[in-house]
């Protein structure tokens, strides 16, 4: 039904979607911002990669154990930083998802600078959407729950929610370990994808470039981190016929939505079919009244 080029947009658009849901409910719904989601979206991949490739483990088997490695280097890095104030938190993410770039780039068994090859073609369509509509699922749950309130109420002010008791630490340690999470599922998907790894494609831009994802989409808001997904993996692709104007009209693009809607797409705001619908049905008189108020406008003008 698609072509496989369509197919492959597809895919990674599913996979660049699983790994900004997970940065959403961390930068979105606590306010920390983090650089080091590269780092365990690599975890994720060579972990899944080599167990598949060089140990024979099923797909599905490889991938919960990625997912595994990512929440437990996340939780023990969150064990030693959560109690940072500021950008020093930011650093440290930073100088961490270079470190386990630089790692894998001497460690033989990934192969090193050359990367790994011979990972099996395990990562289709309908397995990208399957776990897509999963990651969907499991972030609006978590969100609407006891947790995910007390996400957003760390968000608003963090004083008063320590005040009425809620643990800050332990609450932004379980955000962190989840957006982890959620990067290494990313990473397993993007490694049986793509059948080759390399150090460089987890580095610095690819972290910035997901947290970029989040703020264009909206913060607070899960469905604007999918919009912002698809307007990020798709912008690229669009103008990709402009050879060498692309990378500026991309760039060009983003910065356009940041000034226009500096709050993001959907920012603090979920999409809603019944209010789209309502906005649909109501914009037909909204617009006879602005032209009416405007006529009227004019017509007092001419009188004077």
Partial sequence: MFSDYTQGIMIIACINMIAVLGISVLTGFTRLFSFGNAGFMSIGAYTSAL?????????????????LFAGIAAYLLGSLT???????????????GEMVRVLFNYIPITGGARG?????????????????????????????SKYGRNFTAIREQEIAAESVGIDITRSKKMAFV????????????????LMFLSPMMFNL???????????????????????????????????RSLANYRMFLYGLAVVLIIILRPAGLFGYREFSIRKSIAFVKAAPGTITALLKGKSSKDKMEARK
Avoid: R
């Fill in 51 to 67: 167990l598949t490739a060089k140990m024979g483990m099923p797909f599905i088997p490889a991938i919960l154990v990625g997912i």
């Fill in 82 to 96: 959560l109690k940072l104030k500021g950008d020093y938190f930011l650093i440290t993410t930073l100088g961490f």
């Fill in 116 to 144: 790994l090859s011979g990972i099996p073609k395990y990562t289709t369509l309908p397995i990208a959407v399957i776990c897509l509509v999963l990651a969907v699922i499991i972030a609006w749950t978590l969100i609407h």
């Fill in 178 to 193: 989840f957006s982890a999470m959620f990067a290494g599922w990313a990473g397993a998907l993007y490694a049986h994808n």
């Fill in 205 to 239: 831009a690819k972290s910035a470039e997901l947290t970029i994802t989040v703020v264009i989409g909206g913060l607070g808001s899960l469905t604007g981190s999918i919009f912002g997904s698809l307007v990020v993996t798709l912008l690229p692709e669009i103008f």
